[in-house]
T-cell receptor, first 112, second 112 residues
């Protein structure tokens, strides 16, 4: 059973608009969440993270929101750029010393 | 510097061959990881090393043998692999087990 779910396999957005990528999780013990971006034939690149004690973390164009009661997090990219086109993975950790659990990814396409 | 390097970039091997994948980081990270990623799937954790000791083995077959010679290096020795082991093998490192992981570009392995 998937503990981290990214229900939208793909998302298309126009350049300059907001991209919102969503992620749901089932395990209330998860304490740390991360977003990674992956281009074809490359390893995932760490984007941004959030601890379960926070509800928002911002870094430049990227903002992650966490709603613990809904077990939901989202990544907002504003403004979206064509170079943001990639696969975005949500990941969660169940405590120090445990492995990251990844969602299946969402492919973002930003058109100019 | 947030670089994790992996060699080789591509590897083709027969089922009777013995080969090794190499990973290196110079960020002073004390945790290192091996992941396997099949097409259109998220990365799957294989092994975790913390302070050069194996701390997690996710029930990986013995034909995969990890080795951590020192805090900067991580190897994955391969022997008698099967065609279904063909995948992208990713190495990652992190400051500790509780922090974000940085991934290398991966080794694309094909088993014939």
């Amino acid at each position: 059973d998937q503990q981290v779910k990214q229900n939208s396999p793909s998302l298309s957005v126009q350049e300059g608009r907001i991209s919102i990528l969503n992620c749901d999780y089932t395990n209330s013990m998860f304490d740390y969440f991360l977003w990674y971006k992956k281009y074809p034939a490359e390893g995932p690149t760490f984007l941004i993270s959030i601890s379960s004690i926070k509800d928002k973390n911002e870094d430049g164009r990227f903002t992650v929101f966490l709603n613990k009661s809904a077990k939901h997090l989202s990544l907002h990219i504003v403004p979206s750029q064509p170079g943001d086109s990639a696969v975005y993975f949500c990941a969660a950790r169940g405590g120090a010393g445990t492995a990251l659990i990844f969602g299946k990814g969402t492919t973002l396409s930003v058109s100019s | 510097d947030t670089e994790v390097t992996q060699t080789p970039k591509h590897l083709v091997m027969g089922m009777t061959n013995k080969k090794s994948l190499k990973c290196e980081q110079h960020m002073g990270h004390r945790a290192m990881y091996w992941y396997k990623q099949k097409a259109k799937k998220p990365p799957e954790l294989m092994f975790v090393y913390s302070y050069e000791k194996l701390s997690i083995n996710e029930s990986v077959p013995s034909r995969f043998s990890p080795e951590c010679p020192n805090s900067s290096l991580l190897n994955l020795h391969l022997h008698a692999l099967q065609p279904e082991d063909s995948a992208l093998y990713l190495c990652a490192s992190s400051q500790g087990l509780a922090t974000e992981q940085y991934f290398g570009p991966g080794t694309r392995l094909t088993v014939t």
